[in-house]
């Protein structure tokens, strides 16, 4: 019921005037858009996950509109530092993409070139040095992918019974497949052996999935490709996790950065909370490891009042309408009500893997 009233008042005001009225206000000028995407699909991830994945056109023409609007589209780091200081041109705009799947390289990064736009990725570095498909991710997209209706797999589900993987059971199975991992202490190579297990089960084709590079965070090597074309590569973690112990937090972003150095990314000082989870204690953190600006999935503007890493952001998904796009371009989308975000699961390292314990990712 939001969502509609909502839209029906972005209609209202494109047709009014409105809308243009405030892409040209002083209010708007002193204020950033920081988009983030996550997956462009290959095959048909955005007909899977929806709030990750958008298909290529649909990312085409979402940077038609911001250049049909006259938006100043910055880099990440120019952008932050015009922000503080009140020098933004009119209608700023900065594009970053979460995580570094491989469907950047292959299918987003040539549409945003196409546009001359300027972009960020939030790079998580784990799986672009073993570059074996995202355990977690792969595991949900195995479950939409099969037709089976059970599940038979005592040696995870600790059950002979053949567990139902539709209704109110498939979030119990999903959840003890995620922790499976870490409660037996597996490595990245063992991982990848359950999920070619879980696909056999299922009767998913497996190997084609790895063929497309599906569910893939791109290599090292396609990292330095892109950043030597432009692309501005940043701190995502390197386990794609955050923790609530300094130590743990302080050793995923040292391997992050050091990664990202070897991948050509010399300037790696901006971060993305992964899962958007951020807590008080962050930032001193990020402070004192030298960190200049730090993005959540907050919804809104960046101005001047924010501090600088918690930064609020749009992410642009497959249900957000045209009117809900152009509307937080001129920034009378910001004005309306809005849902609160809610963290992910899974994204504090101790619940994923056990206290201080990373052996699993190692």
Same mark, same amino acid.
């Given at each position: 019921?939001?969502?509609?009233?909502?839209?029906?008042?972005?209609?209202?005001?494109?047709?009014?005037?409105?809308?243009?009225? @405030?892409?040209?206000?002083?209010?708007?000028?002193?204020?950033?858009?920081?988009?983030?995407?996550?997956?462009?699909?290959? !095959?048909?991830?955005?007909?899977? &996950?929806?709030?990750?994945?958008?298909?290529?056109?649909?990312?085409?023409?979402?940077?038609?509109?911001?250049?049909?609007?006259?938006?100043?589209?910055?880099?990440?780091?120019? @952008?932050?530092?015009?922000?503080?200081?009140?020098?933004?041109?009119?209608?700023?705009?900065?594009?970053?993409?979460? !995580?570094?799947?491989?469907?950047?390289?292959?299918?987003?990064?040539?549409?945003?070139?196409?546009?001359?736009?300027?972009?960020?990725?939030?790079?998580?570095?784990?799986?672009? #040095?073993?570059?074996?498909?995202?355990? &977690?991710?792969?595991?949900?997209?195995?479950?939409?992918?099969?037709?089976?209706?059970?599940?038979?797999?005592?040696?995870?589900l600790g059950t002979e019974a053949?567990?139902?993987?539709?209704?109110?059971?498939?979030?119990?199975?999903?959840?003890?497949?995620?922790?499976?991992?870490?409660?037996?202490?597996?490595?990245? #190579?063992?991982?990848?052996?359950?999920?070619?297990?879980?696909?056999?089960?299922?009767?998913?084709?497996?190997?084609?999935?790895?063929?497309?590079?599906?569910?893939?965070?791109?290599?090292? &090597?396609?990292?330095?490709?892109?950043? #030597?074309?432009?692309?501005?590569?940043?701190?995502?973690?390197?386990?794609?996790?955050?923790?609530?112990?300094?130590?743990?937090?302080?050793?995923?972003?040292? !391997?992050?950065?050091?990664?990202?150095?070897?991948?050509?990314?010399?300037? @790696?000082?901006?971060?993305?909370?992964?899962?958007?989870?951020?807590?008080?204690?962050?930032?001193?953190?990020?402070?004192?490891? &030298?960190?200049?600006?730090?993005?959540?999935?907050?919804?809104?503007?960046?101005?001047?009042?924010?501090?600088?890493?918690?930064?609020?952001r749009l992410v642009d998904?497959?249900?957000?309408?045209?009117?809900?796009?152009?509307?937080?371009?001129?920034?009378? #989308?910001?004005?309306?009500?809005?849902?609160?975000?809610?963290?992910?699961?899974?994204?504090?390292?101790?619940?994923?893997?056990?206290?201080?314990?990373?052996?699993?990712?190692?």
């Amino acid at each position: 019921m939001l969502k509609k009233a909502k839209i029906a008042v972005l209609r209202i005001a494109g047709s009014t005037g409105l809308t243009r009225l @405030a892409m040209r206000s002083t209010w708007r000028r002193n204020r950033l858009l920081i988009l983030a995407y996550h997956g462009t699909s290959i !095959d048909d991830e955005h007909q899977w &996950d929806s709030s990750l994945y958008l298909p290529p056109a649909t990312l085409r023409a979402r940077l038609n509109l911001i250049r049909t609007a006259g938006c100043n589209v910055l880099p990440l780091d120019t @952008a932050v530092r015009l922000l503080y200081r009140s020098e933004l041109p009119p209608r700023s705009v900065v594009l970053t993409f979460d !995580d570094g799947p491989h469907d950047f390289y292959t299918q987003a990064f040539p549409i945003v070139r196409s546009f001359g736009f300027p972009v960020t990725v939030y790079l998580t570095t784990y799986y672009a #040095a073993h570059n074996r498909p995202v355990y &977690d991710v792969m595991l949900r997209y195995l479950l939409w992918k099969s037709r089976h209706p059970t599940l038979c797999w005592p040696e995870v589900l600790g059950t002979e019974a053949e567990v139902p993987l539709s209704g109110s059971a498939s979030p119990s199975v999903l959840e003890r497949l995620q922790r499976h991992p870490g409660e037996h202490s597996l490595t990245g #190579a063992q991982k990848d052996s359950l999920l070619c297990r879980l696909a056999e089960l299922l009767e998913v084709d497996y190997q084609a999935i790895l063929r497309k590079r599906l569910l893939h965070i791109m290599s090292l &090597d396609e990292v330095r490709e892109l950043a #030597a074309q432009g692309v501005d590569f940043q701190l995502h973690t390197h386990r794609h996790g955050v923790s609530l112990y300094k130590a743990v937090f302080q050793r995923e972003i040292a !391997d992050n950065r050091a990664l990202l150095k070897t991948a050509g990314s010399l300037a @790696a000082r901006h971060f993305c909370y992964p899962g958007g989870v951020h807590r008080p204690q962050f930032l001193p953190w990020l402070r004192e490891w &030298d960190i200049a600006s730090a993005t959540t999935c907050e919804l809104g503007l960046a101005s001047r009042q924010c501090d600088a890493l918690l930064l609020p952001r749009l992410v642009d998904t497959g249900s957000l309408t045209e009117h809900e796009f152009v509307g937080w371009l001129s920034g009378v #989308a910001a004005l309306l009500p809005k849902r609160p975000y809610v963290e992910g699961p899974g994204q504090f390292l101790e619940e994923r893997l056990g206290s201080g314990c990373l052996v699993g990712l190692t």
